[in-house]
């Protein structure tokens, strides 16, 4: 079945490094893939998402390309902020209504 | 922008007991569903919901469960007899089209069956 594979955490930045946070999945067929984000006692929220092989999403200075070759879609962000310490979710949607999470990874950004 | 709200954000129980989690989903949309995470873990599909019936389900989603849209805003998660196991984060979203369309969460129900 399908399913999605990331890295796991706890991640630990200094303010201004390079983040990868990776992502692989498992499905059949052209899935769009998504990574959403929980902040500390919020919900998850979309941060971006891409529709066909090739596609970048992009937002908030952090990006993702859609992989078809590796089945791959790692979350990057050239410089993190302390801001953005919070639990990052790969997602897979493919026929159907049915959203596939990966278990998150929790990124902590240190001053 | 619009927003899904849960209600309440934290509710503890005890266990046998019924519990029913609030959601509003976003007025336009037109698919709902449940999801919920145990600390630590995957966040899981429960159900989903659309033209008031249930579209899918996952075989968490037993006869203990149950969903509803009472009136044209609210869609309601109801365990019947809850167990310890129960405990987690219940996240409701909805979405605006079926394939390929974002899901839109809200902050989540925390539900402690004690």
């Known amino acids: 079945g399908d399913s999605v594979t990331q890295m796991e955490g706890p991640v630990t930045l200094s303010e201004e490094a390079f983040l990868t946070i990776n992502c692989t999945y498992t499905?059949?067929?052209?899935?769009?893939l998504f990574w959403y984000v929980q902040y500390p006692g919020e919900g998850l929220q979309l941060l971006l998402k891409?529709?066909?092989?090739?596609d970048k999403g992009s937002n908030k200075g952090f990006e993702a390309t859609y992989r078809k070759e590796t089945t791959s879609f790692h979350l990057e962000k050239g410089s993190v902020q302390v801001s953005d310490s919070a639990v990052y979710f790969c997602?897979?949607?493919?026929?159907?209504?049915?959203?596939?999470f990966g278990t998150g990874t929790s990124l902590t950004v240190i001053p | 922008e619009p927003e899904v709200t849960q209600t309440p954000s934290h509710q503890v129980t005890q266990m046998g007991q019924e519990v029913i989690l609030r959601c509003v989903p976003i007025?336009?949309?037109?698919?709902f569903y449940w999801y919920r995470q145990i600390l630590g873990q995957k966040v899981e599909f429960l159900v989903s919901?659309?033209?008031?019936?249930?579209?899918?389900k996952s075989e968490i989603f037993d006869d203990q469960f149950s969903v509803e849209r009472p009136d044209g805003s609210n869609f309601t998660l109801k365990i019947r007899s809850t167990k310890l196991e129960d405990s987690a984060m219940y996240f409701c979203?909805?979405?605006?089209?079926?394939?390929?369309?974002?899901?839109?969460f809200g902050n989540g129900t925390r539900l402690t069956v004690t």
């Open positions: 499905a059949t067929g052209y899935p769009s």
């Open positions: 919901f659309y033209n008031n019936e249930i579209s899918e």
């Open positions: 891409a529709t066909k092989a090739d």
């Open positions: 007025s336009n949309h037109l698919y």
């Open positions: 979203a909805s979405s605006l089209t079926q394939n390929n369309s974002p899901l839109h």
């Open positions: 997602a897979l949607i493919n026929t159907g209504n049915q959203f596939y």
